[in-house]
């Protein structure tokens, strides 16, 4: 006879995949479906952007980078504001519901404006989408971060990056399969309600996951945290630590925008209508997704686990010599996609989860400012380089394989780079008995 399992289903299928507590399932569950109907919504628009963006030129795209990076830097002061001045639970849901009426005000440019201004309004949408994507992930990032801690973030982050997959490989087929049906607009409703789910799940997720907070400054989340608007950079800019994070942001950044724009120059080639672009686009990111959830599911949180941080984090970096080494023998298209694929896998599968663990080793302060300055103006600073040396490149006369010939001295500085983050992670968490950072008990860090 077969002997009755009381642990609820749920429980149980987590704990087959990996090592999920009984007190953490209904906090992990509430924070996978946050980070699912993000991603939903994203990977609904992302296409609709990818296909404006190539509708206003290929050669243009330098230039919409640079837009991008503008409105990080005025946008990423306001954000800082509000984390000054508000609770978490209450800046979230401001933050997600300024996005979702940014989106309501373009829905409204794309059906009522003149023809002649489409591309205009197409490429303000590029912008306000590369934006947005890096600001509402952050800060779900941010206050995971901020409720779990790094023995957790090892063995729980895998799952939310699944839950992130999941809502890709969602997004992605319902864009591809109802465009022609529904039409841009339409999707971009569904967008709008998705987030709104997503500040639900956030209000939930953050009243349970006080359970998580032992130690004095966590228990004041419910306080605004105060500090400068510009503390994300200044902390940033004086801690080798985050400064050592923000490079292996940029470095990511500069090689995957080189990458892009070799992508956009494809479909651009190859699709003449736009509906078949975006159905391209949202094709790429099915595969892409498939092929990453089962490593997330499966592995990424026992690899952490079992071969730690340091490991982790240099396969991505790993990857981009490898691929970049390849290009630069054989520059087909085939190699070109494996190593796109192989690289944006390795990305979310991996490296993805490993660095915001990086993150539970800074004070919360830091987990929402810096964390946000490094993930947005850092990161789009990367895209600016990338693709500005991009065009330079291609204005040398260089091919694929030249331009990868470039890239791979900075995959191997990229590599350094991260078995030294991963040392000074472990080397800080070591420094406390009962595995608390030191900078949750130590407000002071970036000073160090």
Not at 99 to 116: D, G, H, Y
Not at 227 to 251: C, D, E, K, N
Not at 368 to 379: G, L, P, R, S
Not at 395 to 415: D, F, K, M, N, T
């Amino acid at each position: 006879m077969t002997q009755f399992d009381p642990r609820p289903l749920f429980l149980r299928g987590l704990q087959r995949m990996g090592d999920v507590r009984a007190s953490e399932a209904k906090a992990l569950a509430w924070a996978c479906l946050y980070v699912f109907v993000l991603f939903l919504a994203y990977y609904v628009l992302r296409p609709i952007r990818d296909e404006l963006g190539v509708a206003g030129g290929v050669r243009n795209l330098p230039w919409l980078f640079t837009g991008t990076l503008v409105a990080m830097l005025a946008i990423n002061p306001l954000f800082a504001y509000v984390v000054r001045n508000w609770p978490r639970e209450r800046f979230i849901a401001i933050t997600y519901r300024f996005f979702m009426a940014n989106l309501v005000v373009f829905l409204l440019l794309l059906k009522l404006a003149e023809p002649s201004h489409q591309v205009w309004v197409g490429r303000a949408f590029f912008i306000w989408v590369s934006v947005f994507n890096l600001f509402v992930v952050s800060v779900f990032w941010s206050l995971m971060v901020d409720v779990f801690n790094a023995e957790q973030g090892k063995r729980l982050f895998g799952f939310l990056a699944a839950g992130a997959t999941i809502g890709g490989i969602a997004g992605s087929s319902l864009t591809s399969g109802l465009v022609a049906t529904l039409g841009q607009a339409w999707l971009m409703v569904v967008a709008i309600l998705l987030l709104e789910v997503a500040v639900f799940a956030s209000r939930r997720l953050v009243r349970m996951g006080q359970d998580f907070e032992r130690t004095e400054e966590d228990r004041e989340t419910q306080n605004a945290m105060g500090g400068g608007v510009f503390a994300g950079m200044s902390h940033t800019l004086r801690s080798p630590y985050l400064l050592g994070i923000a490079s292996f942001i940029l470095l990511y950044s500069i090689t995957s925008t080189v990458l892009y724009f070799q992508q956009a120059a494809i479909a651009e080639a190859n699709f003449s209508d736009r509906a078949a672009r975006t159905a391209f686009f949202a094709d790429i990111d099915f595969w892409v997704n498939v092929l990453t959830l089962v490593f997330q599911l499966f592995l990424t949180g026992r690899l952490l686990k079992r071969l730690g941080v340091t490991v982790i984090l240099c396969a991505l970096p790993l990857c981009s010599v490898i691929g970049f080494s390849s290009l630069s023998l054989s520059s087909t298209v085939a190699v070109f996609v494996a190593v796109q694929v192989a690289r944006r896998v390795s990305n979310f599968a991996l490296a993805r989860p490993t660095r915001e663990v990086l993150f539970t080793s800074v004070t919360r302060e830091d987990r929402y400012k810096a964390k946000n300055f490094i993930d947005t103006v850092v990161y789009r600073a990367g895209d600016q380089v990338g693709s500005w040396s991009y065009a330079a490149m291609l204005g040398l006369g260089l091919s694929l394989s030249g331009i990868a010939i470039v890239a791979i001295p900075l995959s191997v500085g990229w590599l350094l780079l991260s078995v030294w983050l991963g040392l000074r992670h472990e080397k800080q968490m070591a420094t406390s008995s009962d595995g608390t950072p030191p900078s949750r008990l130590a407000p002071a860090m970036h000073n160090q």
